[in-house]
């Protein structure tokens, strides 16, 4: 017992000394763009879009950070970093374009989780079972709520922003997101906050919006937003997904599309387009939230649908182009994708919903010099 006891101190060691740079690292950082130097510039009109430009949400702080450990596991954790530099690197935007959020707060929280779930975060075996990453569990708590659950506080924190956002502009992305497995009581299939739904229950009680919808097109069910919104007749719940896959057994959405393995573009698009305009005419929603997880791809290690990176941008396309059309805010948030090009199809959609709809950053701050704390993401 002993021996067994001095083992594990050890281990707590190793990895707290793996971890400690990388907390002190996030202490010490001030955030990319101050958060709240960015207000839009008009009311937002609830129900409707004003106008439909596009609103980047992200913050540095979406980054998982343990001091190298986290790349042990197969998510690829990098993505939405990639993503946000490809598109400084590329001229898509600027720093002072990006509407940086606030974390969620244990209040936000709260609004779709339970005590249990509260009480749960400060279990480490509990929060390595819900991110599939059995060695967290014999990480501290703390350093685990530092390292990793921060990062899902903050790309939570943007769903909620990009929600706002998306009711003054028409559109926002969140580079990050998606957390469609959590549940109120429990995290799962690499997912803490239900980020969608917490967006969806803050935007509701500020009066911006009464009815929404969650469009999902990740390859995985949204089980978790199933749950949360079952018997809610304010919250539409679709899902399109591949059928024999996790998670097992599938919850009920308000709808569901089950797609064989195998899939291409060309069905994926046809099962879209036949079902899509019936949940927007359903849910006649204030907004939608697109989960757009692009594990649809070939070769996803997770999936096993073909379509490819033009068929991912039509797709969303396809979402974001009818909310558009029909005058309701769209959210985009990133969810999974888990191939290495996966991160190079979101960006080529993303940089299609830019190109077709103008920054909404752009329009509503007058240009200035990029601060010191900007400059870290155009090197
Ligand atoms: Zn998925």
Redesign the pocket.
């Given at each position: 017992m002993l021996a067994k006891t001095a083992k594990w101190s050890l281990i707590h060691w190793v990895i707290a000394a793996a971890v400690m740079p990388a907390v002190l690292g996030w202490w010490g950082c001030a955030s990319v763009v101050p958060p709240g130097s960015f207000r839009a510039v008009k009311e937002p009109r609830a129900g409707r879009a004003i106008g439909s430009r596009v609103a980047v949400v992200y913050s540095k702080h979406y980054q998982i950070n343990l001091g190298g450990l986290e790349k042990l596991h197969p998510f690829d954790i990098n993505k939405y970093a990639r993503i946000y530099l490809a598109m400084n690197t590329e001229g898509l935007i600027e720093p002072r374009d990006v509407y940086v959020p606030k974390p969620v707060t244990e209040e936000d929280i709260r609004l779709v989780h339970s005590q249990a779930f509260v009480d749960r975060l400060g279990d480490s075996e509990a929060v390595a079972g819900w991110l599939e990453f059995p060695a967290l569990g014999m990480a501290p708590a703390a350093l685990i709520d530092v390292g990793v659950l921060n990062a899902f506080r903050a790309a939570s924190g943007g769903t909620i922003l990009a929600g706002r956002e998306a009711v003054k502009h028409g559109v926002a992305i969140n580079l990050g997101g998606g957390y469609h497995h959590a549940k109120p009581d429990a995290g799962e299939g690499f997912n803490v906050f239900a980020d969608m739904a917490i967006a969806i229950r803050r935007l509701q009680s500020e009066g911006l919006i009464r009815r929404a919808a969650i469009v999902d097109l990740?390859?995985?069910q949204g089980n978790g937003s199933a749950v949360i919104f079952a018997g809610d007749d304010s919250v539409f719940t679709f899902s399109m997904h591949e059928g024999d896959i996790y998670p097992v057994p599938k919850e009920k959405s308000d709808m569901d599309v089950e797609l064989p393995a195998g899939t291409d573009d060309e069905a994926y698009l046809a099962a879209l387009a036949k079902h899509l305009p019936a949940v927007l005419a359903r849910s006649a929603p204030d907004i939608v939230f697109f989960q757009a997880?692009c594990?649809t791809l070939a070769g996803d290690p997770l999936a096993r649908l073909a379509m490819t990176q033009e068929g991912i941008v039509r797709r969303d396309a396809m979402v974001i182009d009818a909310c558009v059309e029909a005058g309701i805010p769209v959210v985009m948030v990133l969810?999974?994708g888990y191939s290495d090009d996966a991160w190079l199809a979101q960006l080529a959609s993303i940089k299609r919903t830019i190109a077709k709809y103008s920054l909404a950053g752009r329009a509503a701050h007058p240009p200035r010099a990029a601060t010191k704390a900007e400059r870290i993401y155009t090197k």
């Open positions: 990740d390859v995985h997880g594990d969810g999974g």
